[in-house]
């Protein structure tokens, strides 16, 4: 069983940070590509960022250089640091993982997992 654990969303003021954290635990044997998605009341879950096993990183545009996403193998997190944070940022945000069970047959599967809030508002 794999689980994503999220956290470290909050309230925050306009202009602030916090520093997301998603950390991957169970049984498996490797993880590829790790991410975060977003989703506000009413709207669709949208994509957010993105990091490659060996650091490869995208952004979605909005983020336009206010949030830093990053990880440690070794710990099978992966973090976002948002900054200069709007109150249309907040959402819920979903970490997402494409992990490999077994070393075969080679399936890549994608986990997510359960969401954590960020409320951006003065």
């Known amino acids: 069983q794999v689980q994503l654990v999220e956290s470290g969303g909050g309230l925050v003021q306009p202009g602030g940070s916090l520093r997301l954290s998603c950390a991957a635990s169970g049984t498996f044997f490797s993880i590829a590509a790790m991410g975060w998605y977003r989703q506000a009341p009413g709207q669709e879950r949208e994509f957010v960022a993105r990091i490659t096993n060996n650091g490869g990183t995208n952004y979605a545009d909005f983020v336009k250089g206010r949030f830093t996403i990053s990880r440690d193998n070794a710990k099978n997190t992966v973090y976002l640091q948002l900054n200069s944070l709007k109150p249309e940022d907040t959402a819920v945000y979903y970490c997402?993982?494409?992990?490999?069970?077994?070393?075969?047959?080679?399936?890549?599967?994608?986990?997510w997992g359960q969401g954590t809030q960020v409320t951006v508002s003065s």
């Open positions: 997402t993982g494409s992990v490999r069970v077994r070393p075969f047959p080679v399936i890549w599967s994608d986990y």
